[in-house]
């Protein structure tokens, strides 16, 4: 027998309200970590386990209330990005936006419980990145616990965990990532005991589905579970299923299709979560129209990154409402320099020159002479060791009128695939009779 979940859902769960507040768990700052580390939850069975998560959802942490009240809702955020989103790129996305939320590249638990003499260099950044969430990955709970635990004197706003990554390393071998997917009462133990060892909220980033396991009903068994489970409120949806065929994951950012109707249908379907849509989103204008839709959070990623200063540049007041900021490029390469400069080489070789220019490649794009620009900062990079000197050789390729431009306001615009997207919903999920009598 199945029922549709909403309406019951909304009884047992507690309005969300803000997601961020409402993922909160409230006994973190008492239980620490060393207390239940042979089972790592409060109760032994699972039905313990069950009411326990549901006795953490019903409290507030007041420490963690604020912490969200401090700062803008998660409307917009730059995706979690190996190798691209570290400490540089992240400081370039605050020199120019103040309001979007900044994800880390995925850290794997693993790597954080290893290297607990050279923390710093994994979880460290600068005060001002805030708000910005870490990403873990893994499968081992006492290695996520133990993780999380020590990411938290480091003060980030939500620890999300990585269910969305097909690479062969991760999903693979690692058999982690979108893997997880498929073990979603592994993942609901994963959010409680992250969870309990942090007192801030937690959130999971998933794919659609993988392989064969892409029906919609699917992917709702897979958030009821997690959500009954699990003090998880806040889901990011990357809007396409993974492939795990040993496509390569740029292959799996583009080959399966989009399907925004998901998520649109999880909006109707789970009332009381947050969701944050992700996938194919390239122009702020998209974004306006997504949320215009109703989606309560979106997330950019390649965009984000390929073209900081269209995107991240008009944030703020496109859709946050604030004033159009005057900053010029001219000025975040100012500032960016010094940052630059104070943190080059400071691991032995680590980071170079080109490290920390990386994420400036994309400042200039679809600007006269960004090409030129470039080829002459690839040349750059052989002898220069400083980013001054770096820019001193290389910026006068790019005119005036392009560094010294204010950032300039974009129609609001609209776009119709979302609403195409709606009008596509799929069926709405029911849920398994004794799955609800279970939870
Ligand atoms: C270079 C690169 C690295 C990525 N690394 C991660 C990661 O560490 N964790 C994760 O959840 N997703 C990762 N992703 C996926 C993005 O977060 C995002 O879901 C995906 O790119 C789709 O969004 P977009 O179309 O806006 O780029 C990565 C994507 C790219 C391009």
Redesign the pocket.
């Known amino acids: 027998m199945r029922a549709a979940y909403a309406g019951l859902g909304g009884k047992k769960m507690k309005s969300a309200g803000h997601c961020l507040i409402a993922s909160i768990t409230p006994f973190h700052s008492v239980i620490r970590f060393g207390r239940f580390s042979s089972n790592l939850f409060y109760g032994s069975s699972s039905k313990q386990r069950t009411l326990c998560a549901y006795h953490q959802n019903s409290k507030l942490h007041s420490a963690s209330l604020m912490a969200a009240e401090r700062h803008p809702p998660p409307w917009f955020s730059v ?6 989103t570290d400490n540089h790129y992240r400081t370039l996305a605050r020199l120019i936006s103040k309001k979007a939320w900044l994800y880390t ?2 850290i794997a638990a693993e790597t954080i419980v290893y290297q607990t003499g050279n923390l710093d260099r994994f979880l460290a950044y600068g005060p001002e990145q805030h708000p910005i969430v870490l ?1 873990i990955g893994g499968n081992k709970l006492e290695n996520l616990a133990k993780a999380t635990q020590l990411a938290t004197p480091y003060g980030y706003d939500e620890i999300n965990l ?1 269910c ?2 097909p690479s062969p390393k991760v999903a693979g071998h690692g058999c982690f990532g979108v893997r997880l997917m498929l073990d979603p009462k592994f993942v609901a133990e994963a959010m409680s005991v992250i969870a309990a060892n942090t007192n801030v909220p937690v959130s999971v ?1 998933c794919r659609i589905g993988v392989d064969d396991h892409d029906s919609y009903n699917e992917l709702c068994d897979f958030i009821y579970e997690v959500s009954s489970h699990s003090p998880t409120r806040h889901f990011i949806i ?1 809007s396409r299923k993974a492939l795990l065929n040993g496509i390569s ?2 292959d799996n ?1 583009k080959i399966p299709p989009l399907k925004y109707e998901y998520y649109y249908a999880l909006l109707r379907d789970f009332p009381d979560l947050q969701f944050t849509i ?4 390239t122009s702020i204008e998209e974004v306006n129209a997504a949320r215009i839709e109703g989606a309560h959070g979106v ?6 990154y390929g073209h900081p200063w269209q995107i991240l540049g008009l944030v703020d007041s496109a859709i946050y409402g604030a004033p159009l900021r005057s900053i010029t490029r001219r000025q975040v390469l100012e500032q960016y320099q010094v940052y630059g400069d104070s943190v080059l080489r400071i691991y032995g070789p680590k980071p170079t020159v080109r490290e920390v220019v990386k994420p400036l490649l994309g400042l200039f794009h679809a600007e006269p002479r960004n090409v030129v620009w470039k080829r002459a900062v690839d040349a750059a990079f052989r002898h220069c060791t400083t980013i001054k000197s770096l820019f001193e050789e290389t910026l006068g390729e790019i005119p005036d009128e392009v560094l010294d431009a204010p950032i300039t306001e974009v129609p609001s615009g609209s776009t119709d695939t979302f609403i195409k997207a709606k009008s596509l919903l799929p069926p709405p999920y029911t849920v398994n009779e004794e799955e609800l009598l279970y939870a």
Do not use: F, S, T
């Not at 992700?278 to 989103?281: A, F, K, P, T, V």
């Open positions: 995706a979690p990005m190996m190798d691209w590249e995925m990403q990585n969305g990554c980033k990357h994951p740029a950012r992700n996938g194919g989103i997330m950019l990623g390649r965009a984000a």
